[in-house]
């Protein structure tokens, strides 16, 4: 695991690159939990955590502390924010198999680069696309069993289920592009 320095006129924000979906904070999924992650080549991708703490062997050596799942990735999505709902989890450290076939992705969970390094995550504040503050108003209810092809409204927009779940808070439809499409 590793993390990059940057200079003043850069400014963390608490947005996943290229979404809207913004982090709350890094409390761990549990094994069965549904999470998603991005990826520089093949873009939003979900599954569930299948083992915790485990370890896998690369060509290069053993890693250990990883979290495995059932998320698929592919070359150049290491490095990848992985997430559950609002909650980051960690990032993308390599798998098998790939997102046409399926496949195993393991993961370096986050809190421990935090600890490791003394590092803060951030989650408020900066600028970034997503709903505002207050009640956005639509059909759409945490805690809620939604099957694909349901369709619901969140501020002011139509979005239509594209894999079943039970809703969380922080996955609101706007949040999580790999569960729902705007219509």
Same mark, same amino acid.
């Given at each position: 695991?590793?993390?990059?320095?940057?200079?003043?006129?850069?400014?963390?924000?608490?947005?996943?690159?290229?979404?809207?979906?913004?982090?709350?904070?890094?409390?761990?999924?549990?094994?069965?939990?549904?999470?998603?992650?991005?990826?520089?080549?093949?873009?939003?991708?979900?599954?569930?955590?299948?083992?915790?703490?485990?370890?896998?062997?690369?060509?290069?050596?053993?890693?250990?502390?990883?979290?495995?799942?059932?998320?698929?990735?592919? /070359? !150049? %999505?290491? #490095? +990848?924010?992985?997430?559950? =709902?609002?909650?980051? &989890?960690?990032?993308?450290?390599?798998?098998? $198999? *790939?997102?046409?076939?399926?496949?195993?992705?393991?993961?370096?969970?986050?809190?421990?680069?935090?600890?490791?390094?003394?590092?803060?995550?951030?989650?408020?504040?900066?600028?970034?696309?997503?709903?505002? /503050? !207050? %009640?956005? #108003? +639509?059909?759409?209810?945490? =805690?809620?069993?939604? &099957?694909?092809?349901?369709?619901?409204?969140? $501020? *002011?927009?139509?979005?239509?289920?594209?894999?079943?779940?039970?809703?969380?808070?922080?996955?609101?439809?706007?949040?999580?592009?790999?569960?729902?499409?705007?219509?």
């Amino acid at each position: 695991m590793s993390w990059v320095a940057t200079n003043s006129s850069w400014t963390a924000t608490p947005y996943v690159n290229g979404s809207s979906v913004q982090v709350a904070g890094s409390t761990r999924a549990t094994v069965g939990a549904s999470v998603c992650r991005s990826g520089s080549t093949t873009g939003w991708h979900c599954g569930t955590v299948q083992q915790l703490d485990t370890s896998v062997t690369y060509q290069e050596g053993t890693v250990s502390g990883v979290t495995r799942t059932s998320v698929c990735a592919e /070359p !150049g %999505d290491s #490095g +990848g924010s992985f997430l559950s =709902g609002s909650q980051a &989890q960690g990032v993308t450290s390599g798998g098998s $198999g *790939g997102c046409t076939s399926g496949g195993t992705t393991f993961f370096q969970p986050v809190n421990p680069i935090l600890q490791n390094y003394g590092l803060t995550l951030t989650t408020t504040g900066g600028p970034g696309p997503g709903p505002g /503050p !207050g %009640d956005p #108003g +639509g059909t759409w209810s945490a =805690g809620t069993v939604y &099957q694909a092809g349901d369709t619901v409204t969140y $501020g *002011g927009a139509t979005y239509r289920c594209l894999q079943g779940h039970q809703a969380q808070p922080g996955w609101e439809p706007p949040n999580v592009p790999a569960l729902w499409q705007r219509l």
